[in-house]
Structures are given as C-alpha cells and as structure tokens.
C-alpha cells in the first residue's frame, strides 16, 4: 500500500511538472499555433479601448503580445449576441477597466496580426489576479532619474529595463559558454576577505565575529589565482565590493567583476584571450538580443564592424601621446583618468588595448616586461562609443623573491600576503589573467549613458535602496 501511495503521487507530481512546463508563453508562439486556443498569463503593459474594443498589450516575462477584446453585438431585432463575439456588457467593462500592471490570465484563439508580422490572442475568457490602480509609473508624466530610482523595483519591469537585464543576461551566459568551451573551471572567490587586493582602493571594513578586521572583497583574483596549480585555467564571476564616493556615471560601489587566470599562458596569450571572449559575447548579444537592442534605440553597426576585424594596441607611451597631440591636459607616466579614457574613445571606432603601463602605477603583482624594463605586461582594454576601460589584465609576478620584494616595496605587510607568496614557493609557473566589469560591457553594448542602469539595483555614494 505505501509503494503503491508513493507511486501515485510521484505520478501526480510528473503530471502537474509536465503541465507547468507545457505552458504556452508568448516567446514560444508559431505559426502552428495559429487557429489553436490557448491560455496566456501575465500583466497589462498598457490597454486602450475605444468602448466596443479593448487593446491589451500584455508581457509575461518572455515577450510582449496584443490580445483583443471585444464586447457583445446585439442583433437589430434584440436578439442574443452574434456567434463569435463573446463578452458581455458586464465582463467588457470590468477588463476595459483594469490597469496598468494588472495581473490576469487570457484565453482563447491565437490569430495573425491583420498588419504586422507578430500575432495576437482573440480573447474568449479571462481571469485577473490582481486589478491595479494607480501605478505609480504609469502617468505619461517625465519622471526624473531619482524618482525612478526610487521606484527601481517597478521601473525594472519598464521595456527598457526589461531588454537591459535580457542583454546582462545574455553576457552572463555568453561568459560561462566561452569559458566551459575553452577548457576554464568556475572557482568562487570569497567575499570576506583580510586584505586589499590592490592596496590602492577605500574598501568596506567590517568586523568578523571572532573581533578581527575583514573587508567585502574588491576582487577575486588573488584567491583563483591559487587554484591555477589544481586546474590549469580558471575564473570567478561575482559581487565585488569598492567604498569610492565617486558618482561619475561608470562607477558603483557594488558590482559584478569576472576574474581569469591561467597558467603557462604567455602575456600574447592573455590578450588573444580577452579579445576572443569580448568578440564572442558581441556577437551573442546581436544574435540573442536583436529585439532588445531595438527596444533600446542602439545602432547595432559599431559592433558588427569589429567582431571580425583585429583589435588595436598601442603601449601607455604611445597612447599619451596620441593624448597629447589631441590636446589633453597630460603627460608621459600619468595614470590617465576614465574621464580622459572616454573622451578618447569617443573619437575611436574600434577597441583598443592600451599595454606597458609604467611599472609605478601599476598594482605589485605585475610583472615587469624584462624587454622593456620600467614597463609592466598589462593592459587595459578600452571600449568604442566613449566607453572606455571594460578589461584590466597582466602577467603576474611568479618569483618568490621578486613579489616578496614588490610587496614590501608597496608598504604592505607580507605575513597577510603568506598564502598568496606560497603559490610561488611551490610549483610557481608564468601564469598572467584578467578581469573584466559586467556593468561596463552592459553599458556599452546597450548603447546606455549612465552604469546606474545596468545593474537591476544600483548602489552608489548617495543610494543603498530600495
């Protein structure tokens, strides 16, 4: 008896599984559907009705479709309603009436749009869920940028918003293809951490419970940089932590930062790399995401133009003084500021790697070009459009000796670093990698203005809510 009760409701289980994957959403209509009835569930985007016919685009997370309601005809003579036409007075007005952002399920037959190259749902029966009023979003009114980011948790589900978060979606998914295709294992970094990565950036302090001092992570990579001995090639992917009271419109103090690395890779190797990855999540986002990119108003031509072509490169030294030959306020050795960045890439068409930076403003794990002495085996890679830097990425030092040296040389204390000089101390090989910023590649592949909308909660120097 119990095996018999377990199987039934295993059965039960399987059954009501199938049921909820089977369910039709606005994606996955065909032209097959055409003629078949059909149940869609979702919120009205917006509802327009002329007082015999109601409009209602409706979206239900995969897409956006219009259904048509139309109110019963009565026959000349009083007699009941015309065949085919199936609301009543009643139930016309009760839906003709709902809101923006009401909730409800529609049912009857899919049809071709007698104009545009889409469908629509010929509504038969219906039932809402939740009748909205009063959306604090829904006015035609201009709302300002704090009022909605005031609101971020309605304003997520306005079309714009909707296409940026499917874009960031698709770079997330494009990263871990990339990388499960070319041989890289995820390790997950930790967020708590007792020390800087780079010594040079305000973190968030915060107390452990045992009393000691700790700090939200500003990035992963020294922590994977352990497991290139336990796997060849790695990376993370997460929530990275920065206390800058910067509001410049590329900068959060919360987001989210790939890290790689791997070993026996040479510093040609590690910008092949970056440029093959950035060139395959492109040209994901223009197959994926052709709709959104619509939605959001971006000239898709500046991307196609450079998946196919080589990128740039020039060293630090010669991009200051391109700098300077356009007039900026530089000089040679200068760690050039986003600001500068931008303004420069706004006059260029394609990427560009900027190499060699001076050893001096550089973190203390770079290592030093032994044929450029004075210059490290780093770069930035610098997006078009104004975008500026996306990727930062070096050759790490893999000397004991030597980062032993750079360590104490930055004034920071080697017994916190003692797990990380161990990576050298035994079985340390040339190994180089590179990070590079979700929000910034989001931003610039939407074609947005601000960073502050890449990110479904933004949190910067004046905003921790919602």
């Not at 006015?139 to 971020?152: A, M, N, V, Y």
């Amino acid at each position: 008896m119990k095996a018999n009760w377990a199987i039934n409701l295993y059965i039960i289980l399987i059954i009501n599984l199938q049921q909820y994957i089977m369910k039709t959403t606005i994606k996955h209509i065909t032209p097959e559907l055409v003629g078949t009835e059909i149940t869609l569930s979702g919120w009205i985007q917006n509802i327009r009705s002329s007082g015999k016919v109601a409009f209602i685009e409706l979206r239900d997370g995969t897409g956006y479709m219009q259904c048509v309601v139309e109110k019963a005809k009565e026959a000349e003579s009083g007699k009941e309603a015309e065949k085919g036409i199936w609301l009543s007075q009643e139930q016309f007005e009760i839906i003709a009436w709902l809101g923006q952002e009401s909730a409800l399920s529609l049912t009857w037959l899919v049809s071709k749009h007698p104009k545009k190259d889409e469908y629509e749902l010929q509504v038969r029966w219906f039932h809402i869920y939740t009748d909205t009023k009063d959306y604090p979003l829904g006015t035609k009114d201009d709302h300002g940028p704090e009022f909605l980011f005031d609101h971020r948790h309605l304003y997520l589900r306005s079309k714009t918003q909707v296409a940026i978060m499917r874009v960031r979606d698709t770079i997330c998914t494009a990263t871990y293809d990339w990388m499960k295709q070319h041989d890289f294992t995820r390790i997950d970094a930790p967020i708590f951490t007792p020390n800087a990565c780079e010594g040079t950036t305000e973190l968030y302090e915060v107390e452990h419970v045992n009393g000691e001092k700790m700090y939200l992570s500003q990035s992963g990579q020294l922590y994977i940089e352990t497991a290139i001995a336990a796997h060849r090639q790695v990376y993370d992917f997460g929530p990275v932590f920065r206390a800058e009271k910067s509001k410049t419109r590329r900068h959060l103090n919360e987001f989210w930062m790939m890290d790689a690395e791997m070993a026996f890779c040479t510093f040609e190797e590690n910008l092949a790399i970056q440029e093959s990855l950035i060139k395959y999540i492109i040209a994901q986002v223009l197959e994926r995401n052709a709709a959104d990119l619509v939605t959001l108003g971006r000239d898709v031509t500046p991307l196609t133009n450079i998946v196919d072509t080589p990128w740039k490169r020039m060293t630090h030294e010669e991009f200051v003084s391109d700098l300077i030959a356009k007039w900026f306020d530089v000089q040679q050795g200068d760690d050039i500021g986003s600001d500068i960045e931008m303004q420069y890439m706004a006059m260029v068409d394609q990427p560009v790697f900027v190499t060699h930076f001076p050893m001096a403003i550089k973190a203390f794990y770079t290592k030093e070009d032994p044929n450029m002495p004075g210059y490290g085996l780093c770069a930035d890679l610098l997006a078009p459009e104004g975008c500026g830097e996306i990727i930062g990425g070096a050759q790490r030092i893999d000397d004991y000796e030597t980062l032993l040296a750079k360590i104490q040389e930055h004034d920071l204390d080697p017994s916190i670093f003692d797990w990380y000089l161990d990576i050298r101390k035994y079985g340390g090989v040339p190994h180089g990698g590179f990070w590079y910023g979700l929000e910034r590649i989001v931003r610039w592949l939407c074609g947005l203005h601000h960073i502050r909308e890449t990110i479904p909660f933004p949190r910067y120097a004046n905003r921790i809510r919602p």
